[in-house]
Every structure is written in C-alpha cells, then in structure tokens.
C-alpha cells in the first residue's frame, strides 16, 4: 500500500483544467523531469534514477490529483501516433473472436486501436490524415490499396489472408493440417477422401495441394475435389442439397469427407443418410473451424481449430517490431489442432 498522502492543502478541490506534470512535481515535491521519468518508467530504461520512495510519492500525487497522461504530447515526441489501424472489407470478414486478442496485445504496447471498412476506390480515412503507425489486414485489400500502402511506407502486417509473397506475415500451414487428418484417416483404414471447398484463393490452393501430397504419401487414392459456392448455413443448403445426392451416388467409396464449412454437415449427414450410410462407420466427416454446429449435429462434428487469440495477439506483436525495424522478414505459422469427436 503507498504510504503517501497529499496534504488537503496542496490539492485545489476548484481547479477544472487537468492536471499538469508542474502539478504532480509540487505535491510530490520534486522535479519535473523526475515526474516525467517515474510516468514513464525511464528508471526500468536506464534513463534516469530515482528511489522506490520518490515513485510511490509521484503515483499519490497523480492519483490524488487524477493525472491522465497526455498520450499526445508523449507520442509528439517519439513521432509517433501511438495508433495501430484495422482494416476490412467488412466486419463480418474479421472473425468474431479477433478484436479482444488485438486490443489487449496493443494495450501491452501501449497502443490504441481503430477500426475502418475499406470504401471502393477510396484511400482510407485514417490513411489519408496518417493517425496510424501500422496496420493489421485480415484479407486480401487489392492490388491498388496494396500498392499505395507500400508506397506510403506504412508498416504492414496480414494476418492470415493467404499474402504469402508479403514481407511480413502470420499464417496457418494449410498444408500441416491436411497432412495430420489424413494421418488420422490412413490410420482408421480410410481411402478415399473428398475435399469441399467453398472458396478459391492461396487458401484453398494450399489445402487442396496439402491433401494430395498427403494422400500419395500414404499411399491412399487419388482425393476428389468438390466445388461448391457459399459460405452461411443457408447458402450452403440451398447449393449442397439438389447436387449431393447425384455426386455421392457417382463417388460410392467415398469412406471421408472434409468439409471447409463445419455449417454443410447437416445437409452432409442427411445426404449419407438417405444412401443408408452411417456416420463414421461408413464414411467419417471432418471440419476444419470448430464452430458452434459441430456440438449441433449427431454424431458431434470432429474438426480441427485455430488458436486465434494466439495468432491474433502474434499479429499485433509482428506489427509492432516490423514499425521499430526490427522485424525479420518472412512468415510466421502457425498450427491447427485437432478436435476429436465422433464423427470420425
């Protein structure tokens, strides 16, 4: 507990103007510069000394005074904004659980956080008025947008956007992952997989690309590769439901189905079904984001996860060395784990 107590009569009850850090140095009885230093936690950089006495003295002082420290100024100073920026296509394009990992890691930093929708053929607003030190972009923002973000020079970190040619990066090995549920479906005798995609892009190329490989390498056939078009429980049903009788009809060996979107195994499991085939005694089901349907449907939807506080937190701590210049250039992975349930 801090020791210290201001006297009543060093504290104008009247004064409506914030508090200054000439304030907290009279009512602690040092000087400026000293205040300045226990603030900012310069004994910890070796900028200046001062007693553990001197610090409990400064932080009574500011709360009795209710300091709030002028992120401005001190910014100023750095030439920094103290401001990192995200940008998305839309909100519904940043998963729901992204924003908590990102604004607590920036805390850490020190930094605050601000959102923008990119606007067609528009610059963003914080941009164009340079409020921001980086940036953090969850999808592809185009070529245009991409360019002016280099030629600006504004640190730039994608997170997981399938950007594999940028500088700096984090990203989930597509590849590892269909690597380890194939691992599990050789090992329960499967042999014929197929993949359901519903998106096209680096992503899904790595994934498609991931489970051959992985299929040669232990000696299963050739997968099958079915396309279909939406990502929402209703999109999906409405494309899935007149196409997969006549697919699976045509595929009788399927015995394994990944599914890009846990939300198709509904129609999936009521498709099998209708074929009198059970679930996983005859073909086992996968997905590949744990979502709230796998716990929904019977048998529970196996499924693989990613970690995103971890990648999310990993992207705001990238960012932050790529705007000190002290990041190295390249990926980071990361790594999908995998969920067993009873559907495989």
């Known amino acids: 507990m801090n020791p210290y107590i201001i006297p009543r009569g060093m504290i104008d009850k009247t004064q409506k103007r914030p508090a200054t850090l000439e304030d907290l140095a009279r009512a602690s009885g040092v000087s400026r510069r000293v205040v300045s230093a226990v603030l900012n936690s310069d004994r910890a950089k070796g900028k200046i000394g001062y007693s553990e006495e001197t610090k409990l003295a400064v932080e009574a002082a500011a709360q009795a005074l209710n300091y709030r420290r002028n992120r401005t100024s001190t910014n100023l100073k750095e030439k920094r904004h103290g401001v990192i920026g995200v940008l998305a296509s839309s909100l519904y394009s940043i998963p729901n659980v992204t924003p908590q990992p990102i604004i607590e890691c920036a805390a850490r930093h020190n930094l605050l956080v601000t959102f923008e929708i990119i606007q067609p053929n528009k610059v963003p607003q914080f941009i164009q008025d340079d409020v921001v ?9 185009g070529s245009q947008l991409e360019e002016e973000i280099d030629r600006l020079g504004i640190p730039c970190v994608y997170s997981n956007a399938g950007m594999y040619h940028r500088p700096y990066a984090i990203e989930y090995d597509e590849r590892q992952n269909m690597e380890q549920i194939v691992a599990q479906f050789a090992a329960q005798g499967r042999k014929r997989i197929v993949l359901f995609l519903s ?16 299929c040669a390498q232990h000696g299963l056939l050739e997968p099958i590769i079915f396309c279909h078009t939406g990502s929402k429980a209703e999109q999906i049903r409405a494309v899935l439901e007149p196409q997969l009788p006549q697919f699976l009809a045509q595929h009788r060996d399927i015995d394994a189905i990944i599914l890009n979107q846990d939300v198709a195994a509904p129609v999936v499991y009521h498709a099998l079904a209708e074929m009198s085939k059970a679930v996983p005694n005859d073909v086992a089901v996968i997905g590949l984001h744990n979502q709230q349907v796998d716990y929904a449907v019977t048998p529970q939807l196996s499924s693989t996860a990613m970690n995103y506080y971890k990648a999310n937190a990993a992207s705001v701590d990238l960012l932050v060395e790529v705007i000190k210049g002290t990041a190295e250039v390249g990926i980071r992975w990361h790594y999908y784990n995998y969920i067993q349930r009873a559907s495989t």
Not at 133 to 141: I, Y
Not at 199 to 214: C, K
């Open 133 to 141: 030190d980086g940036l953090l972009l969850f999808e592809n923002v």
């Open 199 to 214: 998106s096209i892009g680096v992503i899904a190329e790595e994934r498609e690309q991931g489970l051959r490989e992985s």
